[in-house]
């Protein structure tokens, strides 16, 4: 990254001058290991060297195509993964280092709703027992009190509290995802991962549930990182967007000014695939050539220069910085469109 991008970065801090969560270099490579003795003889670039920051009460976009890196980036983030090198600082403290009662304390004020609201519930326990979990866990509370609490966290998303007694299999899909979302909002927690919170709904119920998100983002005053491959709806809930590609954030930039004039060509390539109801207007479609390469054998120079239309012979010598550009965005390429 760049003197000038880490200068761009600085200023869209918060205004206490810091960002709730800010990921600096992070990489996670995970080995591959073949033979009868499991030799190391390569590695998958899942992450590679990433920088970000998230102001509090900011809704973060994030997105990408399937594999970019997108879902293990927050699992690092909180800590569900192990990072191989690189620094996540939240409220100033790095996470990487913080192990036993430390990154216990730390779980309270960071939580995270999975993608499949089928899966990511325990169906051997009651809708009061997997809200009540985190509770019993991190909290004093003794079984009255968390009851009263579960009647209180269903009524904030939505949900009927006669109906804690039942089985996740007993709910539809909207309402095992506000269920999981109750779960999530338990300890009052500052930070939010969304991962692909919405994508498994039908169309109706997403808007729902994304209203409730932001909804309770207000309320609650919550800082969130939305992933999602839905680009209208990445729209809708975020205040800046990334965009990855192969493990690497090609650039960042206020949601408004993302859409309207995107300056990675991937970036364009993603944004000329939104459907447009508009009548009498055709909206020229760049189709990517090829298919993404392997984040185990990533190409040199620009990882993107393999599908772009407009590569050129230092894309494939050179791996672009994320640089800043005149109006503050961050890009990762030599030759931005105008």
Do not use: W
Request: charged share 25%.
């Amino acid at each position: 990254m760049s003197q000038r991008a880490q200068e761009v970065l600085t200023k869209q801090r918060g205004d206490s001058g810091e960002y709730l969560i800010e990921a600096k270099h992070v990489k996670k490579y995970f080995p591959i290991k073949k033979g009868l003795l499991s030799r190391t003889v390569g590695n998958v670039h899942a992450v590679d060297d990433v920088s970000f920051g998230i102001r509090p009460g900011e809704c973060f976009g994030l997105v990408g195509e399937s594999g970019c890196g997108k879902s293990t980036l927050a699992r690092v983030m909180l800590q569900l993964q192990s990072a191989t090198a690189g620094q996540i600082l939240f409220e100033g403290q790095d996470i990487l280092k913080m192990s036993g009662g430390q990154l216990r304390n730390l779980r309270k004020k960071m939580q995270i709703v999975f993608q499949d609201p089928y899966g990511s519930l325990n169906p051997r326990f009651t809708v009061r027992d997997i809200i009540g979990e985190p509770l019993k866990v991190h909290t004093q509370m003794n079984n009255k009190q968390i009851d009263e609490r579960v009647v209180e966290l269903l009524r904030t998303v939505g949900l009927d509290p006669s109906r804690r007694g039942r089985y996740p299999h007993e709910f539809s899909g909207g309402q095992r995802q506000r269920i999981g979302i109750a779960r999530a909002i338990a300890l009052n927690p500052k930070f939010v991962v969304l991962d692909e919170a919405v994508s498994a709904l039908d169309v109706s119920v997403q808007s729902q549930v994304l209203n409730l998100l932001m909804r309770l983002q207000r309320e609650l005053g919550l800082t969130y990182l939305f992933i999602a491959h839905g680009l209208n709806v990445v729209r809708h809930i975020s205040d800046r967007v990334g965009v990855m590609y192969l493990g690497k954030m090609v650039e960042v930039a206020e949601t408004d000014e993302l859409f309207r004039h995107p300056l990675h060509p991937y970036t364009a390539a993603l944004m000329s695939a939104i459907p447009r109801p508009e009548l009498g207007r055709k909206r020229e479609r760049i189709v990517l050539q090829g298919d993404v390469p392997s984040p185990a054998n990533p190409p040199s120079g620009c990882r993107f220069h393999t599908r772009c239309p407009f590569a050129q012979e230092r894309c494939r010598l050179e791996q672009p910085e994320l640089r800043a550009v005149d109006d503050g965005r961050l890009v990762a390429c030599h030759f931005p469109l105008e």
